[in-house]
T-cell receptor
Framework: DSGVTQTPKHLITATGQRVTLRCSPR?????VYWYQQSLDQGLQFLIQ???????AKGNILERFSAQQFPDLHSELNLSSLELGDSALYFC????????????FGPGTRLTVL | AQTVTQSQPEMSVQEAETVTLSCTYD???????LFWYKQPPSRQMILVIR??????QNATENRFSVNFQKAAKSFSLKISDSQLGDAAMYFC??????????FGTGTRLKVLA
């Protein structure tokens, strides 16, 4: 158990819909990262938050947005969903030092029908 | 900008044999960390080993060791006495603390009985 929790585990929805994925980081970690992993593909970095503020942005679509709340949990909002958005979405947390590893949650599997 | 390259999409190794996974990176920073993560079929990401750029000594964790060549910007992972449980996707990652984690595209390792 990495200490990072993600809900829900699975999500099935239709095209055009909007969903929210939730992540609670490991206790004490201020950084939260979101990744998208399509079937048998690598990790696509979406966005990073540090202590409530956006720190880095990757290949995140305009239809996607995220935020980190004062209690440090984070939410990833996906709207106007398309079939191609079906993927495993990971949240990871880490400390602020370069040596700090990322602890990954179990992921949310999103299926868009 | 920093980049991480894994040029081997897939590798195979016989059980009990040794295999080396390659990773190269590009950066202009002098202080950074490199990581190898393992993603088994369960999809849970697990840290295998980390290496600090300032340390010349190669990191070792049981059957896993790295060959870190800073001048060549190479960071390969050697797995000795391969076991069936080593079958997974392996990702190389870079982190300097000043920016996001950067992951390679991954190498799928198959272990043959």
């Amino acid at each position: 158990d990495s200490g990072v929790t993600q809900t829900p585990k699975h999500l099935i929805t239709a095209t055009g819909q909007r969903v929210t994925l939730r992540c609670s980081p490991r206790s004490g970690d201020l950084s939260v990262y979101w990744y998208q992993q399509s079937l048998d593909q690598g990790l696509q970095f979406l966005i990073q938050y540090y202590n409530g503020e956006e720190r880095a942005k990757g290949n995140i679509l305009e239809r996607f947005s995220a935020q980190q709340f004062p209690d440090l949990h984070s939410e990833l909002n996906l709207s106007s969903l398309e079939l191609g958005d079906s993927a495993l979405y990971f949240c990871a947390s880490s400390g602020h030092l370069a040596r700090d590893e990322q602890f990954f949650g179990p992921g949310t599997r999103l299926t868009v029908l | 900008a920093q980049t991480v390259t894994q040029s081997q999409p897939e590798m195979s190794v016989q059980e009990a044999e040794t295999v080396t996974l390659s990773c190269t990176y590009d950066t202009s920073e002098s202080d950074y960390y490199l990581f190898w993560y393992k993603q088994p079929p369960s999809r849970q990401m697990i840290l295998v080993i980390r290496q600090e750029a300032y340390k010349q000594q190669n990191a070792t964790e049981n059957r896993f060791s790295v060959n870190f060549q800073k001048a060549a910007k190479s960071f390969s992972l050697k797995i000795s006495d391969s076991q069936l449980g080593d079958a997974a996707m392996y990702f190389c990652a870079y982190h300097s603390g000043t920016y996001k984690y950067i992951f390679g595209t991954g190498t799928r390792l198959k272990v043959l009985a």
